[in-house]
Nanobody, 130 residues
Framework: QVQLVESGGGSVQAGGSLRLSCAAS????????MGWFRQAPGKEREFVAA???????????YYADSVKGRFTISRVNPGNAVILHMNSLIPEDTAVYYC????????????????????WGQGTQVTVSS
């Protein structure tokens, strides 16, 4: 399994920004689907964003409707990191954020299929106050 380590969580006021990083331990990292998920207290883990390889140096990005236009996922090349830029944060974004990966493209149910990801990070807390 790929080892994933997240960093960059914290507390911010509504309207602020945070940057989350996820470092992966294994190559070929570039062929893996990398996703971000979050889980708020009492709620199920939900999809936030994912990035998949579409060419030699090209990647697609996918977002949950709730974060589209506010969050941006990107890969650090060369290197084994994926970044989640979060802007215009709202209190509803408060959750533990997890990085996840899976090889060989998204599952038949899409990149937001939580159960299809085999490797997970330990999570990082994001708190947005009003």
């Amino acid at each position: 399994q790929v080892q994933l380590v997240e960093s960059g969580g914290g507390s911010v006021q509504a309207g602020g920004s945070l940057r989350l990083s996820c470092a992966a331990s294994e190559r070929p990292f570039s062929s893996y689907v990398m996703g971000w998920f979050r889980q708020a207290p009492g709620k199920e883990r939900e999809f936030v964003a994912a990035t998949t390889r579409s060419g030699a140096n090209a990647y697609n990005a996918y977002y949950a409707d709730s974060v589209k236009g506010r969050f941006t996922i990107s890969r650090v090349n060369p290197g084994n990191a994926v970044i989640l830029h979060m802007n215009s944060l709202i209190p509803e974004d408060t959750a533990v954020y997890y990085c996840a990966s899976r090889p060989n493209g998204c599952s038949e149910y899409g990149c937001g299929d939580v159960g299809s990801y085999g490797s997970w990070g330990q999570g990082t807390q994001v708190t947005v106050s009003s």
